[in-house]
């Protein structure tokens, strides 16, 4: 059967993203933030996943204000980078695979998680720089990828909660699908900043400390936490850090920390990475 072998939390900062493209990881500035990376990309290279499933946030690339959908799932054979603005990332086209994509999308519905399905659909930083921050610059991504695109632009969001129930929802769906898959999930976005307004550039370093720790050590508070809470301690972007709670509940009742990056500044965003495994028994 499938399963799930870890869980990546990361930001999707789109400087990152710019730094990579145009060469200047090795800046003075950029340097401290991407030394911090080897590491995840060795946990990568070496846990070689068949599939990942990238949890992350449209930005106004595939959706506008006139379709807000709650979660969306991508089920095509493929996904082009979108043009935001100044023309696409020159990164690889993500690859699908629409026949797990399909399963968990069925399943879910099914089980009253109310789930768009896109046959057709761009992706934008918030997928494409997570991948440049765990896999570099390779010609081609080294796996499959479902997109699971969510609302956090739009006031409601989903909860913390809800995020974490799917999550649980896609471990169990994952495991039930008949092919021998080792599958990470991504939760990204975030960490605390803000991006208009008069705390325009807030970062909450503690803040954003606590969060990876509680991932480890206490997922339940974080499930608990409502959305004014971010708001006031990470800024109005701060909600993205929901979608990290998609990858948690993935991951079962029992997890560890098998590493860890934070960094400030990265552009106006503090940037944390953590990798996580779900304890065996």
């Known amino acids: 059967m499938a399963r799930i072998v870890g869980g990546v ?14 060469g200047q990881t090795g800046s003075d500035y950029w340097a401290p933030l991407f030394a911090g990376y080897e590491g995840a990309r060795k946990w990568m290279a070496d846990t070689k996943p068949d599939v990942a499933i990238i949890v992350y946030n449209d930005h106004a690339s595939a959706f506008s204000l006139r379709l807000i959908p709650t979660f969306v799932i991508g089920v095509a054979d493929n996904f082009p980078p979108a043009d935001e603005g100044y023309g ?3 990164v690889p086209t993500v690859q699908g695979h629409p026949d ?3 399963h968990l999308v069925e399943n879910l519905i099914l089980s009253e998680f109310d789930i768009t399905i896109a046959n057709e659909m761009p992706v934008d930083h918030g997928l494409t720089v997570p991948l440049s921050i765990m896999c570099g610059q390779p010609q081609a991504w080294p796996c499959p990828v479902i997109p699971l695109c969510v609302n956090v632009i739009q006031y409601p969001p989903p909860t913390g909660k809800r995020c974490f129930d799917l999550g649980k929802a896609i471990a169990r769906f994952v495991e039930s699908f008949d092919e021998d898959l080792r599958v990470v999930i991504f939760g990204t976005g975030g960490m605390s900043h803000q991006l208009q307004g008069e705390r325009a550039g807030i970062i909450n370093a503690e803040f954003d400390k606590q969060f990876l720790d509680d ?9 608990e936490r409502p959305h004014v809470e971010y708001m006031r301690e990470a800024g109005t972007e701060g909600i993205e850090m929901v979608m990290w709670l998609v990858m948690r509940g993935a991951l079962g009742d029992s997890v560890q920390e098998v590493y860890r990056h934070y960094h400030v500044p990265a552009s106006n965003t503090g940037a944390g990475l953590i990798i996580l495994e ?3 028994t």
């Open 215 to 223: 991932l480890t050590a206490d997922a339940q508070k974080l499930t």
């Open 100 to 102: 797990l994509a399909w």
């Open 9 to 22: 939390g990361t930001s999707h900062v789109p400087a990152i993203g710019a730094a990579i493209d145009n």
């Open 88 to 90: 696409p990332r020159d």
């Open 278 to 280: 779900p304890e065996r």
